[in-house]
């Protein structure tokens, strides 16, 4: 088991080995996108900034397919979650209801 896939296993153990897989692999991802090594806090840290910024979350979703734009989407939802300490109340409730709108569209 690498890294991502233990880092996921440790906060989402009830995920099944087949989910587990496509979540570390979307995990490897955003971090490649980001030019950064095994580094869940940055990496959502990067990404809230952009999304706040931006008012969207395009950067997690700009490349690839429906379902890995969604297991994508899945796993930053999952990442704010982990990370909820470092988020604001106000910050939290705006990521959340970025994600719906891009679930959506």
Same mark, same amino acid.
């Given at each position: 088991? &690498?890294?991502?896939? @233990?880092?996921? #296993?440790? %906060?989402? +153990?009830?995920?099944?080995?087949?989910?587990?897989?496509?979540? @570390?692999?979307?995990?490897?991802?955003?971090? &490649? @996108?980001?030019? *950064?090594? %095994?580094? +869940? *806090?940055?990496?959502?840290? &990067?990404?809230?900034?952009?999304?706040?910024?931006?008012?969207?979350? $395009?950067?997690?979703? *700009?490349?690839?397919? +429906?379902?890995? $734009?969604?297991? #994508?989407? @899945?796993?930053? #939802?999952?990442?704010?979650?982990? %990370?909820?300490?470092?988020?604001? +109340?106000?910050?939290?409730?705006?990521?959340?209801?970025?994600? *719906?709108?891009?679930?959506?569209?």
């Amino acid at each position: 088991m &690498d890294n991502y896939s @233990a880092f996921i #296993r440790q %906060f989402r +153990p009830e995920l099944s080995p087949k989910t587990l897989s496509q979540y @570390a692999k979307q995990l490897r991802y955003l971090s &490649d @996108a980001y030019g *950064l090594e %095994f580094n +869940p *806090l940055q990496l959502t840290l &990067d990404i809230i900034d952009i999304a706040i910024e931006e008012l969207n979350v $395009k950067h997690v979703t *700009l490349i690839g397919l +429906p379902y890995e $734009k969604n297991l #994508r989407l @899945a796993v930053f #939802r999952n990442l704010i979650d982990i %990370f909820n300490e470092y988020i604001t +109340p106000k910050h939290y409730q705006l990521l959340d209801s970025l994600i *719906l709108e891009a679930k959506i569209n």
